[in-house]
């Protein structure tokens, strides 16, 4: 990378501009998302269509997330994170304007789905930039800051969702959320400084793997998420599973890959964390999804005071998350994320034994345990991933274990509609008796708790990569 940052006077101002802008971004981007939750209803009555096609702007948009996340990656990669980064943020806010003046709902999902290619290009170049600021021994410092931010937006976006969606018009939550990134942008051209990337002009993109790559990702994850529906879906993922095996057969001989898929064999460390990301975040996501449900038929809440009640999970990581970034640095990232790992497995086995009268004490004390867990692994369990591969890949590894997120997520509630189908066939999660819902939580959660206990023994592997 051309060092164009050379004095400590400039390296602070880079420093400071990187955090204020991966700050607002990673705030932004969780913001939006968990307070459009809020406006689904609204939404469809306004275009008067079905929640489920409403939520459609869900599926779409973690979808593209997925799926271009590691191919803008890596162009940030081998060009100049600056350029991605703010291109992406422009997109962003075109979308979000373009949502506000949309006539019909198809305007509405194709405007969603577009912002979902320019949340990619943020997504996976603000982490990078960010980190490239600090020294090495800071990084889990960044990092933790980066995600705080992330859990920051996720505790406030209800709140903030509910109130504009209910004052104003699910409209202001793109006018709110455009507003910020227009400040975020303004901030990104006048104080990053233009770093190109050592390749910049002679590594050419890898747009065949980047091709296989997002068809690989889309086919798969949108078969898993309609895997209730019988063949089609199934077939989906078929297809996808195979998309995946020519992608990795096709970047194996390439010598410049979208991603180098043989990392994962000659780097242990590597391949593990991704795992163990990839089994967290489908072993903990439905939390969020089933202790609403059973706030609201087992306990008898209403949806704001169950939101409210839930609060306590994302505010407890937005809080640890900076700090155990910080220890990270001094501390084994691999041994915290494994400890990590453990508090999740005792946070969802908490989950396992609820009841149709278990206290809303009892709820808390779970949701705080798997808080604590989130904040024991996000940043450190990134930090380790991190440090497997050279600054000069940041933008790649970081897109990676964004697609592991969304993987994760998308099989998390996979899980769950297989044994609602199964324990409960044509029958809503949301619509049934206590008791059934009680017994469908629990064995959700029984299969949770075994994954995390697997993710433990991988994450404790990796002790023979501890740095």
Not at 39 to 53: H, L, N, W, Y
Not at 264 to 277: C, E, H, Q, T, V
Not at 284 to 312: K, P
Request: aromatic share 10%; proline share 3%; glycine share 8%.
């Amino acid at each position: 990378m051309t060092e164009n940052v050379r004095t400590e006077k400039e390296i602070k101002k880079f420093r400071r501009a990187a955090l204020i802008v991966v700050l607002l971004t990673s705030f932004t981007m969780s913001l939006i998302g968990s307070a459009l939750n809020l406006s689904i209803p609204a939404i469809g009555r306004e275009f008067q269509v079905t929640a489920d096609t409403v939520g459609w702007m869900v599926t779409g948009f973690l979808l593209c997330v997925a799926a271009f996340s590691v191919p803008f990656g890596r162009l940030s990669d081998i060009t100049c994170r600056k350029n991605v980064l703010v291109t992406g943020m422009i997109v962003f806010i075109c979308t979000c304007a373009g949502a506000v003046f949309a006539l019909n709902f198809a305007m509405l999902l194709v405007f969603r789905i577009v912002q979902a290619i320019g949340a990619a290009m943020v997504l996976s170049s603000n982490t990078p930039i960010l980190i490239s600021a600090y020294p090495p021994e800071k990084k889990g410092k960044a990092l933790g800051l980066a995600i705080g931010s992330v859990y920051v937006g996720l505790s406030v976006g209800p709140v903030i969702g509910g109130v504009l969606n209910h004052q104003f018009g699910w409209r202001s939550i793109f006018i709110a959320a455009g507003s910020l990134m227009i400040l975020t942008l303004i901030v990104a051209i006048a104080r990053l400084p233009h770093i190109d990337s050592e390749g910049k002009g002679k590594i050419q993109m890898d747009l065949g793997g980047s091709a296989l790559f997002a068809a690989f990702i889309i086919m798969f994850m949108l078969g898993l998420s309609k895997i209730e529906f019988g063949m089609i879906p199934i077939t989906m993922v078929i297809i996808g599973l195979v998309l995946g095996g020519i992608f990795v057969y096709y970047e194996i001989h390439k010598s410049n890959p979208v991603l180098d898929v043989r990392l994962f064999k000659s780097n242990i460390g590597y391949a593990l964390s991704n795992i163990a990301a990839l089994l967290n975040y489908a072993a903990t996501f439905a939390i969020g999804y089933l202790t609403s449900i059973y706030l609201q038929v087992a306990l008898g809440y209403d949806s704001q005071t169950a939101g409210i009640i839930m609060i306590a999970q994302p505010l407890v990581m937005a809080v640890l998350t900076p700090k155990i970034g910080r220890i990270s640095d001094k501390r084994s990232p691999f041994k915290l994320s494994s400890l990590g790992m453990g508090f999740c497995a005792l946070g969802t086995l908490f989950f396992v034994f609820v009841r149709t009268d278990t206290s809303l004490v009892y709820i808390v004390i779970a949701l705080v345990i798997t808080g604590i867990g989130f904040a024991l692994f996000s940043s450190p369990n990134t930090n380790a991933i991190l440090s497997c591969v050279d600054r000069k890949d940041y933008g790649v590894a970081n897109s990676v274990v964004s697609t592991m997120r969304s993987v994760g997520q998308t099989l998390s509630m996979v899980i769950v509609t297989i044994i609602v189908t199964f324990m409960m066939p044509g029958v809503e999660l949301a619509q049934t008796d206590p008791e059934s819902l009680v017994t469908v939580i629990n064995t959700a959660f029984t299969v949770f708790a075994a994954m995390c206990i697997i993710g433990i023994f991988i994450s404790l592997k990796r002790k023979s990569s501890d740095k």
